[in-house]
């Protein structure tokens, strides 16, 4: 129609393939935000209707913004789905939130309202439970090295469960428990042997990684699992709850849970057979991957959960065993889409990048942290996406780079984003 409207923008050769040129950069992309984020009328970002300049004069930047609303409505409709999926088999599911995804008191709070429990790995995260007031029968410790400290701990605390992730560490929790003539209530973790399809740092039940016991024999045909499994029924001071399995984060495809399953449900038939007894729990972790870019889709979690009972009860059914009572630890499909962090931008910065077929702009935008608040992108190559916050834009796309300030040409926030011009 008219000249403007023809100048066509094109998608830069820099932008990875999975990155398609947006028709509007202003955009909030549903999938990727809170429910309660959109535009105000003047153009700015507001959460709940709270513009961001608003949160950034009163907080400061950077911060992390995490919408209560949008929060307690995942955290709700995990339990609600897994609820009512299992609600035949076993009754329903306890849903403990992987407080490592994000927590503080208030979090823990409002995951104690809506009715989950809250899963914990170090004694800071246990301390911060019992600030917010949650009993000690509604969390779980996890960890690979527990300190005797975390240990004695979490007996103070009289945990719902302690999560043991070796032979070693099963040892010493039926010292220190029978010492202090307690008994321990235990979980036993093991690695199923599921390779997870995720990054290598965050798939966490193949053999060759630090978690767990393997249920893979050695030469004398007993496994590590098998041999934790005679210890724990050995020791009077531990009360063993059941098994334990996590294999991994980011996880789209429901195939992985179901192996991990029907291999965890295999051996609590095994351990029927040898040893006389029905262990009543199966806790099959967490890992429902989540939108960090447009590329990623997430599973609801009603499908993910009808997914998982139809598998239990198959196997459960050709093995002929009662169904235990099944637990999971979701966390960043609660916290992950509820938050954002609110970063001031500052210096920008135009670089020509060589791409073979010529040379091409890449503009860096430098905001007021980086590596020291965001770490995923350095730790696992993690993509994730921005938007400009303060304002809409008239300007086209450009591709863009977001970077943190600090002393590391690695230190990445958003590797590849179309900002506004
Ligand atoms: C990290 C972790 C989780 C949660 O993982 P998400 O990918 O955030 O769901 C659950 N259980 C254990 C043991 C973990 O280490």
């Known amino acids: 129609m008219n000249q403007e409207t023809t100048t066509a923008v094109v998608a830069s050769p820099l932008a990875p393939e999975w990155l398609s040129l947006p028709e509007d950069v202003n955009r909030v992309e549903t999938k990727l935000w809170a429910q309660d984020v959109a535009r105000n009328d003047a153009g700015e970002l507001a959460i709940s209707g709270i513009p961001v300049s608003e949160l950034a004069a009163e907080f400061g930047t950077p911060v992390f913004v995490i919408s209560e609303t949008d929060f307690r409505a995942r955290a709700r409709s995990f339990k609600a789905a897994f609820d009512a999926a299992f609600a035949e088999l076993c009754g329903g599911v306890d849903v403990y939130y992987a407080g490592k995804s994000f927590l503080c008191t208030e979090v823990a709070r409002w995951v104690r309202q809506e009715g989950l429990r809250l899963d914990t790995c170090t004694g800071g995260e246990l301390a911060v439970a019992a600030r917010a007031g949650l009993p000690g029968e509604l969390l779980g410790l996890h960890g690979n090295n527990k300190s005797d400290a975390e240990i004695h701990r979490a007996l103070d605390m009289d945990l719902g469960r302690i999560v043991v ?103 609590l038939a095994t351990v029927q057979d040898e040893h006389g007894v029905a262990l009543g729990e199966l806790d099959l972790g967490g890992g429902y991957g989540i939108a960090y870019t447009e590329a990623d889709t997430p599973r609801p979690p009603a499908e993910i959960a009808n997914a998982m009972a139809a598998v239990v009860h198959d196997t459960c059914t050709a093995l002929n065993i009662k169904v235990p009572r099944i637990s999971i630890e979701p966390g960043r499909a609660i916290s992950g889409p509820a938050g954002f962090s609110l970063y001031r931008a500052g210096t920008t910065k135009t670089v020509q990048v060589d791409a073979g077929t010529g040379s091409f702009p890449r503009r860096y935008v430098s905001v007021d942290g980086g590596m020291s608040d965001n770490a995923r992108p350095v730790l696992y190559d993690a993509d994730y996406s921005a938007v400009l916050a303060s304002r809409a834009s008239t300007a086209e796309p450009v591709i863009s780079r977001v970077v943190g300030k600090h002393c590391e040409s690695g230190d990445i926030v958003v590797r590849d984003v179309y900002l506004p011009a």
């Open 165 to 267: 992730d070796s032979l070693d560490e099963l040892e010493r929790l039926a010292g220190i428990a029978a010492e202090r003539g307690s008994v321990a209530k235990v979980m036993l973790r093991l690695t199923p042997g599921v390779h997870a399809s995720t990054h290598e740092f965050i798939a966490t039940a193949h053999e060759d990684q630090k978690f767990g016991l393997s249920l893979a024999a050695d030469d004398d045909g007993t496994s590590p699992a098998g041999r934790a499994v005679a210890a724990a029924l050995a020791a009077g001071s531990i009360d063993l709850l059941g098994v334990h399995c996590h294999i991994g984060s980011q996880i789209f495809e429901p195939e992985g849970f179901a192996v991990a399953a029907e291999r965890l449900l295999g051996f």
